[in-house]
Structure formats: structure tokens, C-alpha cells
């Protein structure tokens, strides 16, 4: 992502899709990206506490904002509302 969208609160809190995410071998998202932006986990998850970033990701036609579960280092990417975790949506393209 860059610094200029980072910076820009109005385009961040209207939130971007989710198309692809890089994952380590043991299956923990590393960065995920999207048309035009990237971002590590550590970012998705403190713009997102901060609500600073909002994410979304297309599943089949339904659409799924993506949250926070968990605390500290333990903290992951979950679809809301039901907390599935953002790295076992099958289907999930690699970036």
C-alpha cells in the first residue's frame, strides 16, 4: 500500500477487498493484498483495532467484513460475524 493511502483516512475507512494473501508454510498470512494495495498482517490488524483500515472479502456473491480475534501476538484476521479465521477461507488466492 502506499504511504499516500496509508496517510488518506477517508479512502482507508472505506475499506478495501481482500483478492489475494501470502502465506508462511505453516499457513499463517504473512501479507494480503488487493487491486492496487498490500499490507503485512501486522498492519491489517493495528489499521484495523485503530479503525483506520477497514477490509472485506468476497466469498462466493456474499461479502464478509474482516475483524480482529484474539489479543497481542495471539491476534488474527477472522470473518465477522461468525470468527472463522481469515487463513482457512478456501479459495484464497496467493498474491
Not at 496509508?6 to 508454510?25: H, R, Y
Not at 498490500?38 to 483500515?53: D, E, F, N, P, T
Not at 464478509?64 to 484476521?77: N, Q, T
Request: aromatic content about 6%.
Amino acid at each position: 500500500m502506499s504511504p499516500k493511502l496509508w496517510n488518506d483516512v477517508s479512502e482507508m475507512t472505506a475499506g478495501f477487498q481482500i483478492l489475494c494473501a501470502n502465506k508462511n508454510p505453516q499457513g499463517v498470512i504473512l501479507r494480503l493484498g488487493g487491486d492496487g494495495w498490500s499490507l503485512s498482517q501486522h498492519q491489517a490488524i493495528v489499521g484495523l483495532i485503530h479503525k483506520r483500515l477497514r477490509l472485506h472479502i468476497f466469498i462466493g456473491n456474499e461479502s464478509f467484513e474482516i475483524g480482529v480475534r484474539g489479543e497481542g501476538m495471539d491476534s488474527y484476521l477472522a470473518l465477522e460475524p461468525n470468527g472463522e479465521r481469515l487463513s482457512e477461507v478456501e479459495g484464497l488466492q496467493s498474491c
